[in-house]
């Protein structure tokens, strides 16, 4: 019943691992299905942590090749698409360079030069409240769902990664992205990256996930695997959590449709 959609493969230069690497994983795990969804490609040079354009025959390629090696694992086609206002018409063209299960919406960066999950901007917490970065974030998380170009949005509440969260009740910052979430009708993952942070905590939060569920917002359980060994890690967990806030099912996609599938 369980499957993995976020995995990544060595072409975006952070991860490690075939895609065959990741499927044997799969299967050893138990999972139904998988997915892969390769941090996006620009059409120039705009980071350093996605895949380039010119790798995107061989992202196909990889894919391919882990289907030959494990014909009965199905294994679904997506992208994670960073949403960033002004360049929705480049998600729209990516969206037709191949036949996608499925297309990720995540929010990473909350101004052009600050992803806000990058150690290695880590010192741009020191320049406004943690209150204004939460605003911000969760302003933007709300225009990617608004967009209606995705299928289901990553790590929620990914801006909390590195521990820094504010004051108080949380669900302020949360309410006008639920509600745009809820009119879009995208789904949002549940991912377990977040218990491999510092924050150590699934994405998103009890609270966010009650109020998703409250909203009818479909969901499904991901790992944002960055090397086989993270797939479907700590899929149990995930699945109490879901099943406690109320879910009786998870959505999987083909060819961009939602399926939904109960939860046994
Ligand atoms: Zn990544
Ligand atoms: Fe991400
Ligand atoms: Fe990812
Ligand atoms: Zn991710």
Redesign the pocket.
């Known amino acids: 019943m369980l499957f993995d959609y976020h995995m990544h493969t060595p072409l975006c230069g952070h991860a490690v691992g075939h895609p065959r690497e990741y499927a044997k994983e799969a299967l050893r795990k138990g999972l139904a299905e998988i997915g892969f969804s390769e941090?996006n490609p620009m059409p120039e040079k705009f980071d350093d942590w996605r895949m380039n354009l010119g790798d995107f025959p061989e992202y196909l390629k990889l894919l391919t090749e882990a289907r030959t090696t494990y014909p009965t694992l199905p294994i679904r086609l997506g992208l994670?698409c960073d949403f960033i206002p002004g360049r929705e018409s480049w998600i729209r063209e990516l969206a037709k360079k191949a036949e996608f299960d499925y297309l990720i919406g995540?929010v990473?960066y909350i101004a052009p030069d600050w992803d806000v999950?990058n150690p290695l901007k880590l010192d741009r917490w020191k320049q406004q409240p943690v209150e204004e970065v939460w605003t911000r974030y969760f302003r933007a998380l709300s225009q990617a769902a608004q967009s209606g170009l995705f299928d289901f949005l990553?790590?929620p509440d990914?801006v909390k990664k590195f521990g820094h969260i504010p004051q108080g009740d949380l669900l302020p910052y949360y309410r006008e992205a639920l509600e745009a979430i809820a009119t879009s009708g995208m789904a949002i993952e549940v991912s377990t990256a977040g218990l491999r942070k510092e924050v150590g905590e699934i994405y998103p939060s009890a609270q966010f996930l009650r109020e998703a569920f409250r909203r009818n917002i479909p969901i499904l359980i991901s790992s944002?695997s960055h090397a086989p060994g993270e797939v479907g890690h700590e899929f149990s967990r995930a699945l109490a959590l879901v099943k406690e806030v109320g879910y009786r099912e998870l959505t999987s996609f083909q060819k961009r449709r939602p399926i939904k599938i109960p939860i046994s």
Request: charged content about 35%.
């Open positions: 941090h994670e995540a990473h999950d990553a790590h990914l944002d």
